[in-house]
């Protein structure tokens, strides 16, 4: 009952298909609605209807994604690409203005300044898989410079602020998923 038919497909990080769009042409509902409209020359014409899902459903969409990527999404994706780990609560001033500066570059930044340990704050930060996990204490609040936990890296990586900023702004401006 259908005319042509445009379906978009992706395969999932194990090759699987799935369609994700479909755009497709209906000559049969317009007729069943005796719907009719008048063209440039005046007679009455039945149009034609088109049926479109531009993602199929944004939840099939999202499930492919997060598959995809085990949820792991590289640091341009990421709804949370950076945490800020306070060691103690004399950190949470330094944390909270590290914050503002990296919203104000448009990173996405959240903070834990909760009397849990590091090691629960770290291990908090890997569960969630958020790509970078800063821990900031008084060598950090000192120097001005940072201490990196990449997702799924061990060891930390030490880095001044602006450096850390502009490597998180490079990875988003292309899209690269390595770390």
Do not use: C
């Amino acid at each position: 009952f259908y005319g042509p038919k445009i379906d978009f497909i992706a395969t999932d990080a194990i090759g699987r298909e799935w369609q994700l769009a479909t755009i497709q042409l209906d000559f049969v509902q317009p007729a069943r609605f005796q719907l009719k409209y008048a063209g440039q020359d005046g007679e009455e014409k039945q149009p034609v209807m088109i049926h479109r899902a531009v993602l199929g459903s944004v939840e099939r969409f999202m499930a492919v994604m997060i598959e995809h990527f085990g949820g792991s999404f590289p640091a341009w994706l990421a709804p949370e690409q950076v945490r800020l780990l306070a060691v103690s609560e004399q950190h949470n001033d330094f944390v909270l203005e590290l914050k503002q500066k990296l919203q104000e570059q448009d990173v996405r930044v959240q903070v834990d300044i909760s009397d849990n340990t590091v090691s629960k704050k770290i291990r908090e930060s890997e569960k969630m898989k958020i790509p970078y996990a800063l821990v900031i204490g008084d060598q950090e609040k000192e120097s001005g410079k940072v201490a990196i936990r990449k997702r799924g890296i061990e060891g930390t990586v030490e880095m001044e602020v602006q450096e850390f900023i502009d490597y998180v702004l490079e990875k988003q401006r292309s899209r690269d998923s390595s770390y």
